[in-house]
């Protein structure tokens, strides 16, 4: 007996991530999901430079501004609440001394260019198609930084207006990077906020939009976690408590799907040593100084320096 849909998944067999991989994460809050996923298991990954971006401009934004080394000047930061902000950035970023909000952002952006050089894998996870623009300037922000909503006017982007931004940034990863495997997702979290008829349009909208582009090029790739999420988890149990974003055991189910289509096998035996490390570094021992917990140090200490003697720049 079958109880549950599976969206058909197919094991890579060329351009795997494996630990001498490289790469770079922007997007939505599931990105950090994933990202964080990768940093547990010690692989050369980088999030969101900019924060949390939930919008395909946003994400256009970024990199359209690495690539072309466009510095952000004082006039492009402004005063609210306290703390000095860009539109451009999350609320990560702001800062209450201007200097140093304008430091961060132009840092922010000399390593975006340098992750968009070097990396193997660039996965751009979408969250939404509903964006705000300033009215005053008509310039779509990624972040309103609580300041009043009349200040903005809400719009959806069409399929047309997503394709052409999608395009945007992968002409400029190709300038930069032509081996670079760039790999969409949409975010399974559902923007309520937005209404329910509004959410499902704005996730539509991305979904069409990527289907366009990644059908244009080999070295695009779409990896279905909004349809896993969907299809496969359709249930309320993997829910976190808003009844919005996925809980820990939907981010982990998402995770090993991503796995078996992405991740070498060399690799899933590393990620095995390294998380059978990281619990044990997590261990809390009743008697730290006895002979069995010392030499559980022991063994745990040869173990971490097998794994790093396989791969140089894992640190624990």
């Known amino acids: 007996m079958k109880l549950q849909t ?35 298991f010690k692989f050369q990954a980088t999030q969101n430079p900019f924060g949390v971006l939930f919008h395909p401009q946003a994400i256009e934004t970024l ?3 690495a690539f072309q080394d466009k510095k952000y000047v004082e006039d492009e930061v402004f005063f609210h609440n306290e703390q000095w902000h860009c ?8 800062n209450s001394s201007k200097s140093e909000v304008l430091n961060q952002l132009n840092t922010q952006l000399e390593t975006t260019k340098l992750l968009l050089n070097e990396a193997s894998h660039v996965v751009i996870t979408l969250g939404t198609a509903w964006v705000y ?8 922000v990624a972040n309103c930084h609580k300041v009043p909503q009349v200040n903005f006017q809400k719009e959806l982007l069409s399929v047309k207006e997503i394709v052409e931004t999608l395009q945007v940034i992968l002409e400029a990863i190709r300038t930069l990077n032509p081996a670079a495997i760039v790999i969409f997702t949409v975010s399974p ?20 939009s990527v289907h366009e582009v ?16 969907m299809d496969e988890l359709r249930d309320y149990r993997f829910y976190a408590e808003d009844m919005l ?13 991503f796995q078996k289509v992405w991740i ?41 320096e097998n794994v790093k003697s396989r791969i140089q720049h894992i640190r624990f």
């Open 63 to 65: 990199v359209l501004r």
């Open 133 to 140: 623009k300033q009215k005053s300037t008509d310039i779509t």
């Open 189 to 208: 979290i559902r923007h309520l906020k937005d209404g329910y008829v509004e959410n499902t349009r704005s996730k539509a909208h991305l979904i069409s």
């Open 6 to 40: 599976q969206i058909p998944l197919h094991k890579r067999t060329d351009k795997l991530i494996n630990y001498q991989s490289k790469l770079l994460l922007l997007g939505s809050c599931f990105v950090e999901n994933m990202g964080q996923k990768l940093k547990y």
């Open 214 to 229: 990644v059908s244009e090029a080999h070295n695009n790739c779409y990896f279905p976690s909004y349809e896993i999420m």
């Open 264 to 304: 070498s096998d060399e690799a899933l035996e590393i990620m095995s040593e390294v998380d059978t490390i990281q619990k044990g570094l997590l261990h809390r021992p009743f008697n730290p100084d006895s002979e069995g917990h010392l030499n559980f140090l022991k063994q745990l200490e040869l173990r971490k």
């Open 87 to 94: 539109y451009d950035a999350h609320s990560q970023l702001s």
């Open 245 to 257: 974003h996925p809980n820990a055991t939907a981010i982990n189910y998402i995770w090993e799907k």
